[in-house]
């Protein structure tokens, strides 16, 4: 059965800390692996991987896929309180007829405290 | 705003009830997604539509219908609900079903008495 699990569940660190967060996946079918923002409601698209090894910038985040040991990692430095919200890992199950269906994760929760 | 609109923000229905969700994109995609988005699980994918055809349908009860007139709008017809289906439910699209970014609407909280 395809699964993702991100680790840890929740985590609380203070204004100017550095976090990482974990993605790992078991899929049948593996296209791409993709990090959301979740502050509200909508998720927002942080970061698509498809390649082992290549990291993924924008600004203070960064993202990098292992495909040998199937999981990705999530780096976000000098934490900011507007930081706070869930992470959300997906990965791309091609599958049979390309469906385009992303499997998540359960979320971290990050806590940003001033 | 990811241009992905849904409507009702908030729902609260009785079990004999039947509504609506719509779900409407601004950006010309292709592909179209229902999820949902219960405490402490993760999103769950229920449904999948390409160029207004279902592909994919996830062992979602029959009790959630969903309707695609055409590539902008979703709609999800509800009756008859539990409520163990209180959830989050999310809409997303995307420009196409190989493209990987999904662009997710703020969803509706549905209540189910």
């Known amino acids: 059965e395809d699964k993702v699990v991100q680790s840890p569940l929740s985590l609380v660190v203070h204004e100017g800390d550095t976090v990482t967060l974990n993605c790992s996946y078991e899929?049948?079918?593996?296209?791409?692996l993709l990090w959301y923002k979740q502050e509200k409601k909508a998720p927002t698209f942080l970061f698509m991987l498809?390649?082992?090894?290549i990291e993924k910038k924008s600004g203070r985040l960064s993202s990098i896929l292992d495909k040998k040991e199937l999981f990705s990692i999530l780096n976000i430095t000098a934490t900011q309180t507007g930081d706070s919200a869930v992470y959300l890992c997906?990965?791309?199950?091609?599958?049979?007829?390309?469906?385009?269906?992303?499997?998540f994760g359960q979320g971290t929760t990050l806590q940003v405290k001033p | 705003e990811t241009g992905v609109t849904q409507t009702p923000r908030h729902l609260v229905m009785g079990m004999t009830n039947k509504k609506s969700l719509k779900c409407e994109q601004h950006?010309?995609?292709?592909?179209m997604y229902w999820y949902k988005q219960s405490a402490k699980k993760p999103l769950e994918l229920m449904f999948v539509?390409?160029?207004?055809?279902?592909?994919e349908n996830n062992s979602v009860p029959s009790r959630f219908s969903p309707e695609c007139p055409n590539s902008s709008h979703l709609f999800l017809h509800l009756h008859t609900l539990q409520p163990e289906d209180s959830a989050l439910y999310l809409c997303?699209?995307?420009?196409?079903?190989?493209?990987?970014?999904?662009?997710f609407g703020p969803g509706t909280r549905l209540t189910v008495l």
């Open positions: 997303a699209s995307s420009q196409h079903l190989l493209a990987n970014e999904q662009f």
């Open positions: 498809t390649s082992s090894g």
């Open positions: 539509y390409n160029f207004k055809e279902q592909t």
């Open positions: 899929v049948t079918n593996f296209r791409s």
């Open positions: 950006l010309g995609h292709n592909a």
């Open positions: 997906a990965v791309e199950d091609r599958g049979s007829g390309n469906t385009g269906k992303l499997i």
